[in-house]
């Protein structure tokens, strides 16, 4: 299995976050990704969607007038907790981060 880049595995989280908040088609969610800082274009932006739909994390549904709508999956939900479970640990991990939240429940 070939590991992915970091690229793609924030280009997953985002994708199945902004799915999560609403379904979306390709141009909305290029849209707002870019809003994000995230500069993707379709070309770049279709694998990692057939990647998310092979792995049953999000589907996609033809609509009259909009295309294909994606939708994010329970596999999709457990695998977008399970990228912010990781994130919780890397933050938690990082110098001073006991602190601020010592400095939050102090308040």
Same mark, same amino acid.
């Given at each position: 299995?070939?590991?992915? !880049?970091l690229?793609?595995?924030?280009?997953?989280?985002?994708?199945l976050?902004?799915?999560? =908040?609403?379904?979306?088609?390709?141009? !909305? /969610?290029?849209?707002?990704?870019?809003?994000?800082?995230?500069?993707k274009? #379709?070309?770049?932006?279709?694998? #990692? /969607?057939r990647?998310?739909?092979?792995?049953? !994390? #999000?589907? =996609?549904?033809l609509?009259e007038?909009?295309?294909?709508?994606?939708? #994010?999956?329970?596999?999709?939900? =457990?695998?977008l907790? =399970?990228?912010?479970?990781?994130l919780?640990?890397l933050? !938690?991990?990082?110098?001073?981060?006991?602190?601020?939240a010592?400095?939050?429940?102090?308040?």
């Amino acid at each position: 299995m070939i590991t992915p !880049s970091l690229d793609r595995v924030v280009s997953r989280l985002y994708i199945l976050k902004l799915v999560q =908040a609403s379904p979306s088609t390709v141009f !909305s /969610l290029m849209e707002r990704l870019r809003e994000r800082g995230i500069d993707k274009n #379709i070309r770049a932006l279709r694998p #990692i /969607l057939r990647s998310l739909m092979i792995a049953r !994390s #999000i589907t =996609a549904e033809l609509v009259e007038g909009n295309g294909r709508v994606y939708t #994010i999956t329970d596999s999709g939900r =457990a695998e977008l907790d =399970a990228y912010l479970s990781h994130l919780d640990v890397l933050k !938690s991990d990082l110098p001073g981060a006991g602190n601020h939240a010592q400095k939050k429940d102090a308040a």
